[in-house]
């Protein structure tokens, strides 16, 4: 399984941002195409994928984060990110990265994952 360990999460007001890092700790993450993954209080336990990336640093996005969010990575240290800016209350959730393939799998190690909360 791959482990991933997530932060960068906090409390910002309305209009902040906020910037969350994944380190995956695989020596294969060059070759993963990578997500974020949002999980809410109202969301039954589900996760919603908010962003991805490949391998080749193609991107897409849930229609509620595009033009705030960018998710991006960094091989040389195993890493993702994703860029949050212009936060709501609606961003509140727990974040979790994981590979897209374990996700499709229903193998997913999921990580602690981070906090945001949005709120004045």
């Known amino acids: 399984q791959v482990q991933v360990a997530e932060s960068g999460g906090g409390w910002v007001q309305p209009g902040g941002s906020l910037r969350l890092s994944c380190v995956v700790l695989d020596g294969a993450f060059s070759m993963y195409p990578m997500g974020w993954y949002a999980q809410t209080q109202t969301s039954d336990d589900q996760r919603e994928m908010v962003?991805?990336?490949?391998?080749?640093?193609?991107?897409n996005y849930a229609a509620s984060v595009k033009g705030r969010f960018t998710i991006s990575r960094d091989n040389s240290k195993n890493a993702v990110y994703l860029q949050m800016n212009n936060l709501q209350p609606e961003d509140t959730a727990v974040y979790y990265c994981a590979p897209l393939h374990t996700v499709v799998l229903g193998r997913t190690a999921w990580g602690q994952g981070t906090q945001v909360t949005v709120s004045l």
């Open positions: 962003a991805g990336i490949t391998t080749n640093g193609n991107t």
